[in-house]
């Protein structure tokens, strides 16, 4: 394996263009060579020495190509992953790593014969409100965790108008597979596997034709973990809550990375990833608020670990038991909401 991870990206849209290209072409251990996307003006517009291509079939036939970023409708990664890993290219998939925990677990054998990397892009893990929650809960300020509240939401109404596959009816499409992987991450990667799944999945913006709304609760012998996504509200607040013995901490705002690469940013300057004041969160314990500063986001070290993955042979961030759980508790998810009943993980 070289030096430099020379990586093939499908897909040039929100994902590739705005969160992969900029940390890639700044990072000195891989080289953006190749793009299939529909958009080559827009390839071209962010770098003119990155080839485009039409299909991603030339991406796994170039033999110079380590690594492919899979960055396309949900319902196609699978197929995409297949096809890289068969032509030996280590995979990262975009969220959802695969539709079902059948396929995940197919895809990640398929990776363990094959000699390669197979994970998936969870950058949530690196944002500035889940960092400081992490700190928080080592540090013991809160003590024991008694309960969790996450909430991830947008205001996004219908648009009679779109044509984005995202607000088409189909497998795959919907906020369980959109924000859902990013909830369902973070609370497995603090808390671990959970006893017992309970969740509600609707559609209610008025028109719309997928999934845009869902309530999971995960349940723990010594904790509840609540999970709330609505494409219909007008203020993300809170989006953190967590609640332990010794105080709570009470958190709004959204991380500023994704504001910033949609602004052209690289994230390679200073400040990158420093959240404003006005979005730190509260720690409220022995009869006082304090307000206590954000740790800066930056999704730089999902990279850097990637690389010592393929290099190195180090573990990855996202393990393929990471992929496996998350891809059951979203199976699990539906199950519980077609049935009405507390699933058992």
């Not at 779109?162 to 189909?170: A, H, L, R, V």
């Not at 913006?205 to 709304?213: A, C, G, H, K, Q």
């Amino acid at each position: 394996m070289p030096n430099v991870v020379q990586v093939g990206l499908i897909g040039f849209g929100l994902s590739g263009r705005y969160f992969h290209a900029p940390f890639l072409s700044i990072n000195p251990k891989f080289r953006l060579k190749k793009v299939a996307s529909s958009r080559p003006d827009a390839v071209r517009q962010f770098d003119k020495s990155i080839e485009w291509v039409a299909t991603a079939d030339e991406l796994f036939v170039d033999p110079a190509i380590d690594l492919i970023f899979i960055c396309t409708p949900n319902d196609t990664h699978v197929d995409y992953a297949r096809k890289a890993l068969e032509h030996h290219k280590h995979v990262v998939v975009e969220k959802p790593f695969a539709l079902s925990e059948q396929e995940a677990i197919q895809l990640l054998e398929l990776a363990d014969r094959q000699g390669c990397i197979a994970t998936a892009y969870q950058n949530r893990r690196w944002d500035s409100d889940f960092l400081t929650i992490k700190r928080l809960i080592a540090d013991g300020s809160l003590g024991t965790i008694i309960e969790y509240e996450g909430r991830y939401d947008r205001f996004s109404p219908v648009d009679p108008q779109t044509q984005s596959w995202k607000e088409q009816p189909g497998t795959g499409r919907g906020n369980l597979y959109n924000l859902g992987p990013h909830m369902l991450d973070q609370a497995l990667h603090l808390f671990g596997k959970p006893d017992t799944v309970q969740a509600a999945i609707r559609s209610i913006r008025p028109n719309s034709r997928v999934i845009d709304y869902f309530d999971i609760k995960l349940g723990y012998v010594d904790k509840v973990v609540r999970l709330e996504s609505n494409y219909m509200v007008y203020h993300n607040q809170p989006r953190y809550s967590l609640h332990g013995t010794q105080g709570s901490f009470i958190k709004g705002g959204l991380d500023v990375q994704e504001e910033r690469l949609r602004l052209n940013q690289l994230p390679n300057q200073a400040d990158w990833g420093e959240e404003p004041k006005d979005r730190w969160g509260k720690l409220y314990r022995e009869g006082r608020a304090e307000l206590i500063a954000s740790e800066s986001g930056n999704y730089t070290p999902f990279y850097d670990n990637l690389y010592e993955a393929i290099v190195n042979r180090a573990a990855p961030d996202i393990t393929p038991t990471d992929i496996q759980q998350l891809a059951r508790l979203i199976d699990l998810s539906q199950e519980s909401n077609y049935t009405q009943r507390t699933i058992s993980f």
